[in-house]
């Protein structure tokens, strides 16, 4: 299909795409719903990031997985992560989805309160090492910071690291959420000191094999080449916000088997 379609086919397809994708239709079916519940900002952007954090296999269970999350939080991330006792933590051991624990879970309720207490909240360390085409550099420097606090070395895993080659899907998922602006709804744009031209599409399966299918992408792996090669193909078609073609490319890989 690529061959056949121009560049301004492709941009015209994946626009409409992108207008048929990002509405608040969706919003039941994916995870993203789990920060909606919220509205305070320190909530929003720690249920958001929590629920990135176990994004990975069936959407059903990532939905109530997060949802236990929260009521473990009792419904107030922010304030459960600035004022828990060591007691509260405790009663988190039992949570689990795939391979992320309840060691986990508390190590990153630690992470987070060291990053608030510390470094003035989330959007304050992804904005500082962010340079101006690219987060990529500032999710290093995040998980850097993010572990600086005592935690087991396995728990190290579920943040990735571009500069590892990672692909780093469920935090470029999460920078997409908090910085694209809320115009339908869906994203939330709670964050004004990145700017959309600064993301990165958050590559998977679905995504990377559309993407192939049109010529976006010819790298045969998802990872951080691949998201780059991607970047800058989708920056042809819209140079400030290439991150909403996030919504196409899912759209026609989830819901179109396209």
């Known amino acids: ?16 795409k992108v207008l048929q994708y990002n509405t ?4 039941d079916t994916d995870p993203i719903k789990i920060p909606h519940m919220f509205s ?5 952007e720690i249920a958001a990031f929590l629920t990135a954090t176990i994004a990975w296999g069936n959407r059903k269970s990532i939905i109530n997985n997060a949802e236990r999350m929260m009521q473990m939080l009792d419904q107030e991330p ?10 509260d933590l405790e009663a988190l051991q039992p949570f689990v989805h795939r391979t992320f624990n309840g060691f986990d879970f508390i190590s990153f309720i ?8 510390n470094h003035n909240g989330l959007e304050a360390v992804f ?3 962010a340079e101006l085409t690219s987060v990529q550099p500032a999710i290093h420097h995040f998980k850097k910071t993010f572990f600086e606090i005592e935690h087991l070395p396995r728990t190290q895993k579920h943040i990735s690291d571009p500069l590892k080659n990672s692909a780093a899907k469920r935090i470029n998922m999460f920078l997409r959420w908090m910085v694209r602006p809320e115009n339908t709804g869906v994203d939330f744009g709670i964050w004004k000191t990145l700017h959309t031209k600064q993301l990165s599409c958050p590559l998977d399966v679905h995504s990377g094999n559309v993407a192939r299918k049109l010529g976006l992408l010819t790298r045969k792996q998802n990872d951080a080449k ?3 090669e991607l970047d800058t193909n989708l920056r042809k078609l819209d140079a400030n916000d290439p991150v909403k073609y996030d919504f196409a490319l899912f759209g026609l890989g989830v819901f179109e088997n396209f």
């Open 1 to 16: 299909m690529s061959k056949k379609l121009t560049k301004s086919q492709l941009k015209e397809f994946l626009d409409e």
């Open 24 to 27: 608040r239709d969706f919003l």
């Open 40 to 44: 305070k900002k320190e909530d929003v």
């Open 78 to 87: 922010y304030q459960f992560i600035m004022q828990h006792q060591e007691s």
């Open 110 to 117: 630690k992470g987070l309160q060291h990053i608030y207490q």
């Open 127 to 129: 904005a500082k090492h």
């Open 226 to 228: 691949a998201v780059l």
